[in-house]
């Protein structure tokens, strides 16, 4: 069961709580094992480009019965990964069968995308993000957006300058980008080594640059003008709960802000798997109905 750990605020419409894994396995929602490809019929364009003009490689999960037929939620990755993530993946699938088209992708240089894994970056994935938001924004969908890990810090900065944003989701967001940058790859040299030692994921100065020059997202997250959902795992050895908590107390109080601790690791792994894609949903019915 969800239990209450902080009271609702009135003022801030704050929420917060913690769920124990296993709690949605039975008698929880179903989720349909059935993804759509985007088709003309659906959307107006077939393809996905980035900012630079890159072919993107991408998903299309259409609801069978949306409660906003014109609404769409972005889903995006985080740092080394694709959308084919299986808690990603998992996500869109739920979201489209709680009555949300969900469409996930892979950023530049990423999975089956065009483009140079060297060049990503926060500020570049905010980048492609806009890009990606306009070509729905022409195809007549209003848009949400949520994202993993560094995909949750790409959304804080793009939503608190893209008014076009409804509603932002962050999962085990990367919060304290320097930080980051110092734990992980502190030891190794920018241009010459790689990212845990993965021969596919060279560490670039580009990347770590952009990392140190961001110091934080938290300046971001204050302007934020739109509801957010903040899901986190207490086991998270790569993002730190306390990130996700500091992010939950910077959000500005005029909107919706809520904060969901699961008892697991930075992917969802098992079971809370089920129960992250069944806040997303809830939440995300929630703010719509």
């Known amino acids: 069961m969800t239990t209450p750990i902080l009271a609702r605020d009135g003022t801030s419409a704050r929420t917060e709580y913690e769920i124990q894994p296993g709690s949605l396995t039975e008698g929880g929602p179903a989720v349909r094992l059935e993804s759509f490809i985007l088709q003309i019929t659906t959307m107006s364009f077939s393809k996905l480009i980035n900012h630079a003009g890159q072919n993107l490689e991408f998903a299309f999960h259409e609801s069978p019965a949306p409660r906003d037929p014109r609404h769409l939620v972005l889903i995006g990755h ?81 939503a608190a300058e893209d008014a076009r944003l409804r509603h932002l989701i962050c999962l085990a967001p990367m919060v304290q980008t320097v930080r980051f940058s110092e734990a992980e790859f502190g030891t190794v040299t920018p241009d010459a080594g790689c ?78 798997t089920s129960a992250m894609c069944h806040e997303v949903v809830e939440w995300l019915a929630a703010q719509t109905d």
Request: proline fraction near 4%; include cysteine.
């Open 195 to 272: 990212m845990w030692d993965d021969p596919a994921c060279p560490l670039s100065s580009t990347f770590v640059n952009d990392l140190r020059n961001m110091g934080s997202i938290l300046t971001a997250a204050e302007k934020l003008p739109l509801p957010v959902l903040i899901i986190h795992g207490q086991e998270d050895d790569l993002v730190p709960v306390s990130e996700a908590e500091a992010l939950y107390h910077a959000v500005l109080h005029e909107h919706p802000v809520s904060l969901v601790r699961l008892l697991t690791d930075h992917v969802f792994s098992g079971e809370a």
């Open 78 to 158: 985080g740092v080394t990964a694709n959308m084919n993530r299986p808690f990603l993946k998992a996500l869109a699938e739920a979201l489209a069968t709680g009555g949300f088209h969900a469409l996930r992708w892979s950023w530049s240089g990423n999975g089956g995308s065009e483009g140079d894994f060297r060049d990503s970056c926060i500020s570049r994935e905010a980048a492609e993000l806009g890009a990606i938001i306009d070509q729905a924004a022409s195809a007549g969908y209003t848009v949400s957006y949520a994202g993993h890990s560094m995909g949750g810090a790409v959304g804080v900065v793009t």
